[in-house]
């Protein structure tokens, strides 16, 4: 079930967006739904009408990002991506009628993937450092171009600078390799060098830490910085570990985690919706979204093996495929097409 109604699903959001303004979805997903949405309410109908929407959070080495607020695994994710980015390729070519130009890369946990993704398609991608390095690009000169109490509209401003356009265009090209990560010209994905076996499959189990003390994939929680007003370590005990690794699937396909791994599932980065904490009021994460709510561990709701059977307590483990969505939120890549 998704958006305002309790009694519409997303197969039926789908399909009323196809009959009433002839946009489509690949899958039945929440990222495509509420991209499609959007698009819609801003009378972009035609943009719509030129994008997939793939949504990423089922895709293994991702789902704890989702999930969890845990680790990203992105070798298991780029060893197991292809066939969903093949399966929009061909329903561009095969339903759309329309080759693929472009692939959008949304969440910020994505950009890694960007270099393997332009090796095996052969197509230009922009992720989140894209928008960065074409901003830092701009600086100098849209700061010239600025005029003191005169009020414009900074987007616009920004993308008809000349230094962004240059940026942009520079990097649309399927050759282009990021140097700083990513899977490198070598074949070589940066920073995973020697993790292999099962300390590869289970890396979201102990946070992305690999047995190399020196070589760490991702820097402890406890570090993590929630921004102002806070400071780094204030996040509570109750913030930093979850239970929704043990879920099986998380950390990778059939497997779970022999014990809490380090994530925010309990304070806004697992299930968000019916709670067994007492303290939660209707909708929410089981502690709160800062872990306000939880004293200690004793007070996280009991992990729920199957929201479908048990929909009071969404401290649960990830539902299957695209009702995944749904439950955790939403991730996603994007196809574009000639209009």
Known sequence: RVGVY??????????RLNTLFG??????SLAC???MTAYRAMNMTEVARSVIVIGWNDQ???????ASGGFHNVNLTLETYAPRVRNAFAYARDVLRKEPRVILLESTEMPAHAN???MDFKVPVYDISSVAKCVMAAAPSFARGQRQGVATDVFEDLFKNDDFQFCAEDLFDPKFVEPLFGTQADGILKFY?????????YLTCNGGRSSNPFAPLARKIELYDQGFPYKVGDLRPVCLRTDVGRCVGVPADGVGCPDLIPGSGNCGGGGYGPQLNPRVLGA???CGADGHLCASFEDVPALNSNFTADPRNAN?????????GFVFGGFSSALGLPR
């Open 316 to 324: 649960a483990c990830p539902m299957p495929s695209a009702a995944q």
């Open 60 to 66: 293994e080495g991702y789902v704890p990002v989702d």
């Open 33 to 35: 739904s509420s991209v």
């Open 116 to 118: 393997k993704i332009r």
């Open 23 to 28: 946009i489509s979805c690949m899958e039945e």
């Open 6 to 15: 309790d009694n519409i699903t997303l197969g039926e959001v789908n399909q």
């Open 193 to 201: 060098e020697g993790i292999e076996g099962d300390e590869l499959t």
């Open 284 to 286: 929410g994460f089981p």
